[in-house]
């Protein structure tokens, strides 16, 4: 089993940024994907960003232009760059990670509430 361990959420104004990072441990196997999702109140969670560990990206159009995602695989760690936040943006951000034997992890999750 997989620890993930975010950290970074917070309160922002709308325009604002925040830098979301997150650190897995304790994985027997190698980590092919690591990523974010989110869950806003009364909606289904839903991809944010996820990257491969070679480097492949995917990004939700909600979010392109304005996020970044990131990785080091030494480290085992992904952040998540967050610019031109918006409300609609408000939501608990939860830390992914797949490996290469298709086992999925989820963080416990950290708040990002962007006012207006």
């Known amino acids: 089993q997989v620890q993930l361990v975010e950290s970074g959420g917070g309160v922002v104004q709308a325009g604002g940024s925040l830098r979301l990072s997150c650190v897995a441990s304790?994985?027997?196997?190698?980590?092919?994907?690591m990523g974010w999702h989110r869950q806003a109140p009364g909606k289904q969670r839903e991809l944010v960003a996820t990257m491969s560990s070679g480097g492949n990206i995917n990004y939700a159009d909600s979010v392109k232009g304005r996020f970044t995602i990131s990785r080091d695989n030494a480290k085992n760690m992904v952040y998540l760059q967050m610019n031109s936040l918006k409300a609609e943006d408000t939501a608990v951000y939860y830390c992914?990670?797949?490996?290469?034997?298709?086992?999925?992890?989820w963080g416990q999750g950290t708040q990002v509430t962007v006012s207006s």
């Open positions: 992914y990670c797949q490996t290469w034997t298709k086992d999925d992890n």
């Open positions: 304790g994985s027997r196997f190698a980590i092919k994907y």
